[in-house]
T-cell receptor, first 108, second 113 residues
Framework: AQRVTQPEKLLSVFKGAPVELKCNYSYSGSPELFWYVQYSRQRLQLLLRHISRESIKGFTADLNKGETSFHLKKPFAQEEDSAMYYC??????????FGTGTQLKVEL | DGGITQSPKYLFRKEGQNVTLSCEQNLNHDAMYWYRQDPGQGLRLIYY???????QKGDIAEGYSVSREKKESFPLTVTSAQKNPTAFYLCASTTPGWDTEAFFGQGTRLTVV
C-alpha cells in the first residue's frame, strides 16, 4: 500500500520568513514524489517533481529515503505563495496518491 | 485548446438516484483518474485507468463505477449505494514516462438533495 502524510493542515508564516511544508510517505518500492499546488480559483497544478531536482518559484524538495520524507522548502516566503499544497506519490502501476494537503498562508 | 473538461460544474441529485459525471481529455493521455476532495481529507482516489478498456479501484471505490471505452473519456457514475456522495469531484490525466505530470479538470460539485 502507498500512503502520503502531510501533518499540518495550515501553516502560517510572515513574508520573508522561511517555509517548510512537511511530507512523509509510505511505499515499499522506489516511489516518484511530487508537489502540487492549488492557487485560489485555479486548477491543481504540478509545482515540482523530485526526479527533476528542480527549483520552481524558489521552492525545492529533497527526497530523503531514510526518513521517507519529501519536505517542500523555500527560504523567503512571498505573499503569492499563499495556496494549498499537496504532496503526491506514484509507485508501480501509475497509481497516483495524494496527501491531505497543507494550506500555506503568508502574512504581511 | 487542449486540456481536461469536466461537466457539469454543479450537479444536484435526489437521494436514491444514480448520476454520471463527465470527464473528457484531448491531451492523448493513456492514464486517467477520479478523485474526491473533501475538506480536511485531501484528494482521495476513487478509480483510475491506465489504458482503454481497463481500470482499477482506488482507495474509496465503494458506491462508484467507471468505464473507459474511449481514450478521451472516463465517466464516473455515483450510484445510490454511495452513502455520502455530496462532495467535489476531480478528474485528472497524466503524461507517460519518468517526468510524468498530472493535469486536472476544474471539478464537479455534486450535492444530494
Amino acid at each position: 500500500a502507498q500512503r502520503v502524510t502531510q501533518p499540518e493542515k495550515l501553516l502560517s508564516v510572515f513574508k520573508g520568513a522561511p517555509v517548510e511544508l512537511k511530507c512523509n510517505y509510505s511505499y515499499s518500492g522506489s516511489p516518484e514524489l511530487f508537489w502540487y499546488v492549488q492557487y485560489s480559483r485555479q486548477r491543481l497544478q504540478l509545482l515540482l517533481r523530485h526526479i527533476s531536482r528542480e527549483s520552481i518559484k524558489g521552492f525545492t524538495a529533497d527526497l530523503n529515503k531514510g526518513e521517507t520524507s519529501f519536505h517542500l522548502k523555500k527560504p523567503f516566503a512571498q505573499e503569492e505563495d499563499s495556496a494549498m499544497y499537496y504532496c503526491a506519490l506514484t509507485g508501480g502501476g501509475n497509481k497516483l496518491t495524494f496527501g491531505t494537503g497543507t494550506q500555506l498562508k503568508v502574512e504581511l | 485548446d487542449g486540456g481536461i473538461t469536466q461537466s457539469p460544474k454543479y450537479l444536484f441529485r435526489k437521494e436514491g438516484q444514480n448520476v454520471t459525471l463527465s470527464c473528457e481529455q484531448n491531451l492523448n493521455h493513456d492514464a486517467m483518474y477520479w478523485y474526491r476532495q473533501d475538506p480536511g481529507q485531501g484528494l482521495r482516489l476513487i478509480y483510475y485507468s491506465q489504458i482503454v478498456n481497463d481500470f482499477q479501484k482506488g482507495d474509496i471505490a465503494e458506491g462508484y463505477s467507471v468505464s473507459r471505452e474511449k481514450k478521451e473519456s472516463f465517466p464516473l457514475t455515483v450510484t445510490s449505494a454511495q452513502k455520502n456522495p455530496t462532495a467535489f469531484y476531480l478528474c485528472a490525466s497524466t503524461t507517460p514516462g519518468w517526468d510524468t505530470e498530472a493535469f486536472f479538470g476544474q471539478g464537479t460539485r455534486l450535492t444530494v438533495v
